[in-house]
């Protein structure tokens, strides 16, 4: 009688480098449609949005003003030691605000918002779902992301939006302060030569990144909260996380933005 072999089973397969980055990718991606649709769903979460607005604004309005001041003062100290190299002493103003405007006020934003507002959005999702509370509210047929996310992120999208408003004029006024007192500057040369090289598109492009920034940082926030592994210590690794995520994203998109707007909006006078 012939004794046959047992089947050779094929060694399991690994996965593709980058599969997993890949997926992750891909459910933010969702995730982030699947807000846009359901922002305009009724009905919407006034309360929740004002809890979370409020809360994001209480804890960022603060450190954004003393982060302002020191990163007008040393752009303007920066700019002006160069400037008076070049002899070119009264575009110190123009250029200082339009670092800060341009660059400096978003960045600001972005860190704040991701690592001070993801990081209390993620943790509060994460928690959520640990605790199962997600998973009831589904099967009650209440979606998640309507009722939770949703206000989050516009909260988040709305207090950026302010918040580089207020950076924006911190920053300038800190800026206007050290230029004109510790390096000699003249009042008049300093609003003078902004009026000269600042246009409105500046302005636009600023409050544009502000959003895209918000956006951003309240959808990877949001997402790493609703996928926690290992009980409270999946927690704070997600909040890890979403930090992390959210700094390289946005740096990214800054870089980005500000390629494609100095190629499509020629500067003034030009």
Known sequence: MAVTAPPVKAPPRRPLPGLGLLRQTGDMFVLGLSVLKLMFKRPFQVREFIEQFWFIASVTILPACLVAIPFGAVIALQVGSL????????????????????????????????????????????????????????????????????????????????????????GTVGGYFFNVVLQGGTPGAYVSSFNSLAQLADIWISELKAVIFGFVAGIVAAHRGLNPRGGPKGVGEVVNQSVVISFTLLFGINLIMTAIYLQIVPPKGG
Request: proline share 3%; glycine share 10%.
């Open 83 to 170: 400037t008076e190299q070049f002899g070119a002493q009264s575009f110190t103003g123009g250029a200082s605000v339009l670092a800060v405007l341009q660059q400096a006020s978003p960045l600001i934003v972005a860190l704040l918002v991701s690592g001070v507002a993801g990081s209390a959005i993620c943790a509060d999702l994460g928690s959520r779902k640990i605790r199962e509370e997600l998973d009831a509210m589904e099967v009650m047929g209440v979606s998640p992301v309507h009722r939770l996310i949703v206000p989050r992120v516009l909260a988040t999208v709305l207090v950026a939006v302010l918040l580089n408003g207020l950076v924006s004029v911190v």
